[in-house]
């Protein structure tokens, strides 16, 4: 009897909700365990099934692509970014591949403004005092002094969607707005942001009180912020990223920290996750957190909506509404 579902491989533990609506839709696989899968047992998902819904976790490379099964057409992503398919790999096989933009934007920019504000106010460094050394004797006039965010140059790597969020939440805060980006946006939206375009990314490095990263990591973006572009930011200037780890140096941005050469530092994601290095890690300079950007309820819950629609579109024979396409990239 032919089937009347199809076959899909969920790569991890998604929420129950997620979980359980796609059980109704589909004929699911699912991943209790939450164990990462291996690359053998990614090539043995694709040989098996339609569609694959993996997460950033899972490398999809053109080896697990190449070993795909005549009825596999979809990679369905758990996920905004795309840096861990190859997606040249699976259009050169007709396989279609979708992602979930805009339902993490403002979860992310939350995280971006709430480590825009820990790591200049040492909030980390409070906590401490209060929590795991207890030897704090009361308030005096020159203790734990942090510096101010408000009226400080903010410059913005990568102004799509999340950017354009988080400068909407540093203008109420009162920060200028400066930004890089592949394409200057809209008069509009730059009025509306009051915000100041940088043709040269150099340029706007060396003048900003924060940095933050917002630019998906391609081939063009590794180590965006290299070595060199590094020692171009002020020694009192704050660097942000909540978007992908391999944007920057990472053994760079350690050295300069450890050495002075930079106030501080708010991490969510790193170079080569979940590893993280350990001279950062004992850095006190940073506020380090484990890659929870858009870790909300509702945000996981929109992206596993995100990914049934791409599903249930695709499977009804029309083009999905998150289709990824090289020009993207």
Not at 265 to 276: I, R, S, T
Request: proline share 5%; aromatic share 4%; glycine share 6%.
């Amino acid at each position: 009897m032919a089937k009347t579902k199809p076959i899909v491989v969920v790569t991890r533990k998604l929420p129950d909700v997620v979980e359980t609506r796609m059980r109704e839709l589909f004929d699911t696989r699912l991943n209790e365990s939450d164990r990462p899968m291996s690359q053998a047992e990614l090539v043995e998902a694709v040989k098996m099934a339609d569609v694959l819904v993996p997460t950033v976790t899972d490398r999809i490379d053109s080896h697990v692509i190449s070993q795909a099964g005549d009825s596999f057409k979809l990679i369905a992503n758990f996920g905004n970014g795309v840096d861990n398919i190859d997606v040249a790999a699976a259009n050169a096989r007709s396989i279609t591949v979708t992602n979930t933009p805009g339902v993490l934007t403002e979860d992310t920019a939350d995280m971006t403004m709430a480590l825009m504000l820990a790591v200049p106010r040492r909030l980390m460094d409070g906590v401490a005092v209060i929590k795991e050394k207890p030897s704090w004797t009361g308030w005096s006039p020159t203790w734990m002094l942090g510096n101010r965010i408000w009226g400080k140059r903010l410059g913005i790597i990568g102004m799509g969607r999340i950017g354009q969020a988080v400068a909407r939440r540093a203008k109420a805060f009162g920060m200028q707005i400066h930004y890089h980006n592949r394409r200057r946006l809209p008069e509009a939206i730059e009025q509306e942001l009051e915000s100041t375009y940088w043709d040269s990314l150099d340029q706007m490095l060396a003048r900003m009180d924060v940095i933050s990263i917002h630019c998906p990591h391609t081939p063009a973006t590794y180590h965006l912020l290299s070595a060199r572009r590094l020692k171009l930011i002020r020694q009192d200037a704050y660097l942000v990223n909540t978007a992908r780890g391999e944007v920057i140096d990472e053994n760079a941005l350690t050295r300069m920290l450890l050495n002075g050469e930079l106030a501080g530092a708010g991490l969510d994601v790193f170079e080569h996750e979940p590893a993280v290095n350990p001279k950062l890690v004992d850095c006190d300079r940073v506020v380090l957190i484990p890659h929870m950007g858009s870790a909300t309820k509702e945000g996981r819950a929109d992206m596993g909506d995100k990914v049934i629609i791409n599903i249930k579109t695709f499977m009804d024979g029309h083009r999905p509404p998150d289709r990824v396409l090289m020009s993207m990239l």
